[in-house]
Nanobody, 124 residues
Framework: QVQLVESGGGLVQAGDSLRLSCAAS??????MGWFRQAPGKEREFVGA????????DYANSIKGRFTVSTDSAKNTVYLQMTSLKPEDTAVYYC???????????????????WGQGTQVTVSS
């Protein structure tokens, strides 16, 4: 049984940093990504990483502020977020694909498994 368990969300002030974790179990994956959804808005891509070569991709809105990394020993993916802004407030979801895909890392259709989400709230 595949499980993706996110943790690390919370309430922070603008300019603060936060690190989200996504612990994966049940199988191996080709790539894992982070998406977010703010109230009243559609889900949007944040960042993702491919396990085999460490290749990453990021949304323009967070490029330079967020970093995706992995710990293979723990089968965990992290989203390090710095210089947080109120507009980063959202539920953040971890996602993982089942097979190597031709879809780009930013395409939500690439991913077969999703975590339950963790709330990040940034106050001004």
């Amino acid at each position: 049984q595949v499980q993706l368990v996110e943790s690390g969300g919370g309430l922070v002030q603008a300019g603060d940093s936060l690190r989200l974790s996504c612990a994966a179990s049940g199988r191996t994956f080709s790539a894992m990504g982070w998406f977010r959804q703010a109230p009243g808005k559609e889900r949007e891509f944040v960042g993702a990483i491919r396990w085999i070569d460490g290749n990453t991709d990021y949304a323009n809105s967070i490029k330079g502020r967020f970093t995706v990394s992995t710990d293979s020993a723990k089968n965990t993916v992290y989203l390090q977020m710095t210089s947080l802004k109120p507009e980063d407030t959202a539920v953040y979801y971890c996602a993982a694909d089942r097979y190597i895909s031709t879809r780009p890392l930013s395409d939500y259709r690439r991913y077969d498994y999703w975590g339950q989400g963790t709330q990040v709230t940034v106050s001004s």
